[in-house]
């Protein structure tokens, strides 16, 4: 093993995720200008130890949006069975579960899109993301469409009305009050906007 | 008429709206985090025009505020007939319409809510605000509910859902792409996650 390597370390891995997890947490409520200060405060550890681990935020959230690229959902959404909303009800569920990090993942992503601050390398990654995903529901929209199990009209419009409904809802479920976490809205709500009209 | 007190003036009354036009844009997409300078120049002034007509931010984001609890779309859904579902396709869709004030208006509650910088005296009257809307909006869900046009089930998860929706959609209104305000849904599509199940 060359001197420059590291010998691999449960523990140094086991602080890595923790400083990666409060990363998550403090850029989902502040977007960009989250600090390394908030990060080592949020995964309660000393500013001079997170920067052992990462040289930098911009490292810190380079690793982040690594991660959201490979979210497993996205991956069994993709070769899973069923119908185009039974996907999306399975997409929609594990997004806007508020006790797992996709949510927050999802709310630092928009939150960060639109801050001139974003350095562009970052900015270029999150931006082919960003439209991975609004790709993915727009092909599930589509297909819902076309199989009859997601009411028919401007698909365009319905993928905005979906998108927006996510987004509102991730604020919601990261800053909203206890009230508003009590009574968290489940998938099944969300895709009420995608189902077909009752035949009266 | 006292000196202290100036003539009634056109002209001047107009430059006023100005500004506070200009200042209701830049707090709906800034938040609290707008200056004068930003104000100034979205109103198309400078700088020392502005302050000739209010003496800081605070006071155009009081005006603002003000002027916001004297809409006309919330004293015309108290007054007006129809059912719990037609007041709420109204309110939803003065609300939404992005040719109009009322979004900005929203939006700039939603986003300075949760500023710790906004002054006490004007996050009091934003509460208070907030909450009338919330309640008025409670109140016809338990209402549509009682009549039968809105869906069973926990109105306060209704409430949540309705709420996330119009914040995300004023988000996508304001800030979104070109292809998200071309295609910008109605308050059908809002109103949908509302609506009873069909009889199947």
Same mark, same amino acid.
């Not at 060359?2 to 010998?7: I, N, R, T």
């Given at each position: 093993? +060359?001197? #420059? !390597?590291? %010998?691999?370390?449960?523990?140094?891995?086991? =602080?890595?995720?923790?400083?990666? &997890?409060? +990363?998550? #947490?403090?850029?989902?409520?502040?977007?960009?200008? *989250?600090?390394?200060?908030?990060?080592?405060?949020? *995964?309660?550890?000393?500013?001079?130890?997170?920067?052992?681990?990462?040289?930098?935020?911009?490292?810190?959230?380079?690793?982040?949006?690594?991660?959201?690229?490979? /979210?497993?959902?996205? @991956? $069994?959404?993709?070769?899973?069975?069923? &119908?185009?909303?039974?996907? /999306?009800?399975?997409?929609? $569920? !594990? /997004?806007?579960?508020?006790?797992?990090?996709?949510?927050?993942?999802?709310?630092?992503?928009?939150?960060?899109?639109?801050?001139?601050?974003?350095?562009?390398?970052?900015?270029?990654? /999150?931006?082919?993301?960003? @439209?991975?995903?609004? #790709?993915?529901? =727009? &092909?599930?929209?589509?297909?819902? =469409?076309?199989?009859?199990?997601?009411?028919?009209? $401007?698909?365009?419009?319905?993928?905005?009305?979906?998108?927006?409904?996510?987004?509102?809802?991730?604020?919601?479920?990261?800053?909203?009050? !206890?009230?508003?976490?009590?009574?968290?809205?489940?998938?099944?709500?969300?895709?009420?906007?995608?189902? %077909?009209?009752? $035949?009266?």
């Amino acid at each position: 093993m +060359a001197a #420059s !390597e590291k %010998p691999h370390d449960d523990a140094r891995e086991i =602080q890595r995720l923790n400083i990666l &997890s409060g +990363a998550r #947490s403090v850029f989902a409520r502040k977007g960009w200008s *989250a600090t390394m200060a908030d990060i080592a405060e949020a *995964a309660n550890v000393s500013q001079g130890l997170a920067y052992r681990y990462f040289p930098s935020k911009e490292a810190i959230y380079a690793e982040l949006l690594d991660r959201a690229s490979h /979210l497993e959902a996205f @991956e $069994n959404v993709r070769t899973m069975g069923g &119908s185009a909303m039974d996907k /999306l009800r399975y997409l929609i $569920n !594990e /997004l806007l579960d508020i006790n797992d990090t996709h949510i927050e993942l999802f709310r630092l992503s928009v939150l960060t899109l639109h801050d001139d601050a974003l350095p562009a390398a970052l900015r270029a990654e /999150l931006e082919e993301q960003t @439209e991975a995903f609004r #790709s993915l529901l =727009q &092909s599930l929209i589509a297909e819902g =469409q076309q199989t009859g199990v997601i009411a028919p009209g $401007n698909p365009q419009q319905l993928l905005v009305a979906l998108l927006a409904f996510l987004n509102g809802l991730c604020i919601m479920g990261i800053q909203g009050s !206890e009230n508003a976490k009590r009574h968290f809205p489940d998938a099944d709500i969300v895709l009420r906007i995608l189902q %077909p009209p009752a $035949n009266s």
